[in-house]
């Protein structure tokens, strides 16, 4: 997954995958490769959402 | 040698004068109020009244507020939502005393809110209407809303990165970030404080200077937070330059500065939360909002794979139908013949000399059979 794949093209994209596939405009061999593109980015968005450079979370520890 | 008096009886000769001539009267006048020292714990307040003509003062006194009508200073910073400190023009009833000892001064009886207010009201007006004049915002003739370049920016899809101005140590600054910190869904922060006095006469342009340090492009949003519940002192937030900064500030700025009774102009050009700790419920909603999408989504791809894959085996089962259909063990059944010579399924029975030997498959047996005649109508069979 690219790394500074932002959450908004994330998002359009599962967007575009989720409804081929409810749509059936994709072919059954191509199946298992777009649902693992779609995962993909439900894993990505899921964990930029919880992990950042410099989180808030990480400083209580620290000297901040 | 002069004849000289005791210090005493001058002193006393002038505060019967001042008493004769100003003890039965009081007088309101409108003045600029400096060096202002509040003793809360004793309920004091000492104060100088000026008068200016342009940067010169022409007319100078001292004031004073006893204990008796303190609560007339605590009853205005309420009401006009500002401290009462040097800079402000009051319009107050007042009282000449002369003291032995600390000579004269203007006692005040009452201050006049409504004056404070409606001077109040005046600068916010016309802030509100040079704002319109200068086309940083627009007011929507219908609802009244104001719109600003920021406020009209659309928020990112999720909020991580903030950029914080507030007061160092201050109410806000733990609220917001105890909130940002705590949030129970695990979401992540990066928050970077950029810290300022953010009440008095100063504060206007020290929070533009720090908005002005922001680098918009590392930053999601700012939010300008004050907490506390502290009802007075928003007049920095009604700062022409500092209402400008912002309505033109180039990421959505969200303002969470704690008073319920008004909104601030900066308020108005922003996106306005009323305390700190609100400001950052709307930064984690905003990306639980994403979070619920994207959950959704999740459920949308499973179940279209569970219908794509329950499509397929259907599509599936109906050739498996069909093929059946058309097997020669299914047409035996129907009473239908397979003709074979010499090992070989006839077609065409012209292949078939007079005297063949030939074998007819049946449902379940062959019958095996010497041709003796041949005909034809040349018209086919018809058979229903």
């Known amino acids: ?64 | 040698m002069p004849v000289t008096q005791k210090l005493s009886e001058v002193v006393n000769e002038i505060e019967g004068t001042i008493r004769n001539r100003f003890s039965d009267r009081t007088f309101w006048i409108k003045a600029e109020i400096a060096d202002v020292k509040k003793y809360a714990d004793k309920r004091w307040c000492f104060l100088k009244f000026i008068e200016k003509s342009g940067a010169m003062v022409t007319a100078e006194i001292k004031g004073v507020f006893w204990s008796g009508t303190y609560n007339n200073i605590t009853n205005f910073e309420k009401a006009t939502q500002q401290t009462f400190n040097s800079g402000l023009e009051i319009t107050c009833n007042v009282a000449v005393r002369f003291h032995k000892r600390y000579g004269l001064t203007l006692e005040v009886l009452e201050i006049d809110f409504a004056y404070a207010i409606g001077k109040l009201e005046m600068e916010r007006k016309q802030t509100i209407e040079r704002l319109i004049n200068e086309q940083i915002v627009v007011q929507d003739a219908v609802t009244g809303q104001f719109y600003s370049f920021n406020n009209r920016l659309g928020l990112p899809t999720v909020i991580q990165r903030i950029a914080l101005i507030t007061a160092p140590d201050s109410d806000g600054q733990r609220d917001f970030q105890k909130v940002i910190r705590n949030n129970k869904y695990g979401y992540a922060f990066s928050v970077t404080e950029f810290l300022t006095q953010i009440q008095g006469d100063e504060a206007g342009k020290l929070i533009s200077n720090k908005l002005k340090a922001i680098d918009p492009g590392k930053f999601d949003i700012v939010a300008i937070v004050r907490g506390g519940g502290s009802d007075t002192d928003f007049k920095a937030f009604n700062d022409f330059d500092l209402v400008k900064c912002v309505a033109t500030f180039p990421i959505p700025v969200l303002t969470g500065i704690g008073h319920d009774r008004n909104t601030s102009i900066t308020d108005l050009v922003a996106r306005q939360n009323r305390t700190p700790t609100e400001t950052a419920t709307f930064i984690i909603d905003h990306n639980l909002n994403f979070d619920n999408e994207i959950e959704e989504f999740k459920e949308r791809l499973s179940r279209a794979v569970d219908s794509c894959l329950d499509h397929a085996k259907k599509d599936l089962e109906n050739y498996r139908q069909r093929i059946k259909n058309l097997s020669p063990a299914t047409i035996l059944k129907k009473g239908f013949a397979i003709v074979m010579m010499d090992g070989k399924i006839i077609i065409d029975p012209k292949k078939i000399p007079g005297n063949a030997t030939i074998s007819t498959l049946l449902k379940d047996e062959i019958i095996h059979s010497q041709v003796t005649k041949k005909t034809t109508d040349g018209t086919g069979f018809d058979i229903q």
Request: glycine share 4%.
């Open chain 1, 1 to 64: 997954m690219e790394q500074g794949l932002t959450y908004s093209n994330a998002f359009t994209e599962l967007q575009k995958l989720v409804r081929q596939i409810e749509n059936e405009d994709i072919q059954l061999d191509t199946l298992a490769e777009k649902v693992h593109e779609a995962n993909e980015l439900i894993k990505h968005c899921e964990s930029q959402l919880r992990s950042i450079e410099g989180d808030v979370r990480d400083q209580q520890n620290g000297a901040a």
